[in-house]
């Protein structure tokens, strides 16, 4: 077995040890107030920052191109209250112009 299933295998195992702790700590008490707020705010910073990641992000540096683009022209779109395939289509099209020239 490569060392590379080594790790796809752990980490499924902590995966699951963890989703698995949740309801074994708590035993079907409620989380207490704070901590509902952290969680209901985690995924919304976790998205954020996948989304700067994957926008501005080139290895270990930051780059501002075609893709910064594509991002601002889907924000504008969402903005604009506009259905998420015209967001989808407009930051293709904003990424494509802007590689093109």
């Known amino acids: 077995m490569s060392a ?3 790790v796809v295998l752990v980490a ?3 995966t699951i ?3 698995g702790a949740g309801p074994l700590l708590l035993g079907g008490r409620e989380l207490p107030l704070r901590a509902q707020g952290l969680v209901a705010l985690l995924a919304p910073a976790l998205l954020a920052a996948l989304i700067v990641v994957q926008a501005f992000g080139d290895g ?3 780059v501002v191109d075609a ?3 594509g991002l601002a022209a889907a924000a504008a779109a969402l903005l604009l209250r506009a259905p998420t395939l ?3 289509v407009a930051a293709a099209a904003a ?3 802007v590689r093109a020239l």
Do not use: E, I, P
């Open 4 to 6: 590379a299933w080594v």
């Open 12 to 14: 499924g195992a902590g």
């Open 17 to 19: 040890a963890l989703k």
């Open 60 to 62: 270990r540096a930051l």
């Open 67 to 69: 893709r910064a683009a």
């Open 86 to 88: 015209v967001v989808v």
């Open 95 to 97: 990424a494509a112009l």
